[in-house]
T-cell receptor
Framework: KNEVEQSPQNLTAQEGEFITINCSYS?????LHWLQQHPGGGIVSLFM???GKKKHGRLIATINIQEKHSSLHITASHPRDSAVYIC??????????FGTGTSLTVIP | DVKVTQSSRYLVKRTGEKVFLECVQD?????MFWYRQDPGLGLRLIYF???????EKGDIPEGYSVSREKKERFSLILESASTNQTSMYLC???????????FGPGTRLTVL
């Protein structure tokens, strides 16, 4: 069983829709990352969270440490948001563990 | 600007060949990582290194080895490539353990 589970695996949305991607983990962590991977492979870090909520433009990430759950929200989605979104946790011991990713397609 | 480069974007090799994947970072990072990414399995750690000449096995080291002779360069070696090593290979580096890693663009390796 993967220590990091993401849902949904695939998501198609109309431009302008509010999008939520969920991440649940089963281990103790020191922090959680949300990553974005565009077609072609390059991965960039969007957020690093250890508690609460962070916002960057139209992206909002939240984490509930007690429930071992994080969400990534995209407001007013746009076709350029189409990408794979990956949740990654840092276990104590400083190793990353990755979810399998959520493939998002935003249709104009 | 932070940069992690990988020697090839696409590579096609034959079964049994020795394959070298090179990764170079220009950020003076201590930590470097090799992952493979497969559909439905996500990113899996092959090897990592916290210092020059130091290496640690990740979750799936079988069939792979690594070399870190210089701080900026971390090489992944497939001693005898097999078809089940067809995958996307991603290198990453980070300054501090646990900080966001910077990823290279990836090498899509096909083993025929």
């Amino acid at each position: 069983k993967n220590e990091v589970e993401q849902s949904p695996q695939n998501l198609t949305a109309q431009e302008g829709e509010f999008i939520t991607i969920n991440c649940s983990y089963s281990v103790g962590i020191s922090a959680l990352h949300w990553l974005q991977q565009h077609p072609g492979g390059g991965i960039v870090s969007l957020f690093m969270l250890s508690s609460g909520k962070k916002k960057h433009g139209r992206l909002i990430a939240t984490i509930n440490i007690q429930e071992k759950h994080s969400s990534l929200h995209i407001t007013a989605s746009h076709p350029r948001d189409s990408a794979v979104y990956i949740c990654a946790v840092i276990k104590t011991g400083n190793q990353f563990y990755f979810g399998t990713g959520t493939s998002l397609t935003v249709i104009p | 600007d932070v940069k992690v480069t990988q020697s090839s974007r696409y590579l096609v090799k034959r079964t049994g060949e020795k394959v070298f994947l090179e990764c170079v970072q220009d950020m003076d990072h201590e930590n470097m990582f090799w992952y493979r990414q497969d559909p439905g399995l996500g990113l899996r750690l092959i090897y990592f290194s916290y210092d020059v000449k130091m290496k640690e096995k990740g979750d799936i080291p079988e069939g792979y080895s690594v070399s870190r002779e210089k701080k900026e360069r971390f090489s992944l070696i497939l001693e005898s490539a097999s078809t089940n090593q067809t995958s996307m290979y991603l290198c990453a580096s980070s300054l501090l353990a646990g900080r966001p890693p910077y990823f290279g663009p990836g090498t899509r390796l096909t083993v025929l």
